[in-house]
């Protein structure tokens, strides 16, 4: 599985900014899709993931300000990251991940490259 992700830059703080994140590959089946986060010095953390029924999950410091989303049709790998109300501790390195299971049955973890928000106040 391949993760091919867009949408980083620099924006003010109150701004917004929309990530999006494609998978691409065959023989494999879509748990989740989302975001994690990492700056440095600090571990890697939840943002928003989304399960194959849409359903989704936010780590508490963007509850209510950011909103994940499926794609649909053509898209329906694609994963969509709407930030709004940014805040300078938004600022980190933003990682797409998936997870699933490959034609074996075997549970895969994949990672996209990062992509960098910057939040200026």
């Known amino acids: 599985v391949q993760l091919q992700a867009s949408g980083g830059g620099l924006v003010l703080a109150g701004g917004s900014l929309r990530l999006s994140c494609a998978a691409s590959g065959s023989g494999f089946e879509l748990n989740s899709m989302g975001w994690y986060r990492q700056v440095p010095g600090k571990q890697r953390e939840l943002v928003a993931t989304i399960n194959t029924r849409g359903s989704p999950t936010y780590g508490a410091p963007v509850k209510g300000r950011f909103t994940i989303s499926k794609g649909k049709g053509n898209a329906v790998n694609t994963v969509y990251l709407q930030m709004n109300n940014l805040k300078s501790e938004d600022t980190a390195v933003y990682y797409c991940?998936?997870?699933?299971?490959?034609?074996?049955?075997?549970?895969?973890?994949?990672w996209g490259r990062g992509t960098l928000v910057t939040v200026s106040s």
């Open positions: 991940n998936a997870d699933g299971w490959d034609r074996y049955l075997d549970y895969e973890n994949f």
